[in-house]
């Protein structure tokens, strides 16, 4: 069994910053990949940033330069940095995880950004 709690979503106004946080527990080892999804409404499920298993990250073409993908390997944690939020930025912000070919979700965080 995996477990993904995330932390530190919230509501700020455009051009502010949040770091969103995802802890894991459990049967999580090995590791394929590690990170970040979102929706917003009506909207499909979409990458942010990934840690992938060779320790490489991917990021989402509309967040590369204003998100940073972190973590913390003694903790099983990964964290998001994001700056520079814009309103299309909200969402609900899902952590990932895959071990081998299962994929699991964290409960997700919402995340709105005010004009």
């Known amino acids: 069994q995996v477990h993904l709690v995330e932390s530190g979503g919230g509501l700020v106004q455009a051009g502010g910053s949040l770091r969103l946080s995802c802890a894991a527990s459990g049967t999580i080892f090995p590791i394929n990949a590690m990170g970040w999804y979102r929706q917003a409404p009506g909207k499909q499920r979409e990458l942010v940033a990934v840690?992938?298993?060779?320790?490489?990250?991917i990021y989402a073409d509309s967040m590369k330069g204003r998100v940073a993908i972190s973590r913390d390997n003694a903790k099983n944690t990964v964290y998001l940095q994001m700056n520079s939020l814009k309103p299309e930025d909200t969402a609900v912000y899902y952590c990932y995880l895959r071990r081998y070919e299962d994929r699991y979700w964290g409960q997700g965080t919402q995340v709105t950004v005010s004009s």
């Open positions: 840690f992938t298993s060779s320790g490489s990250t």
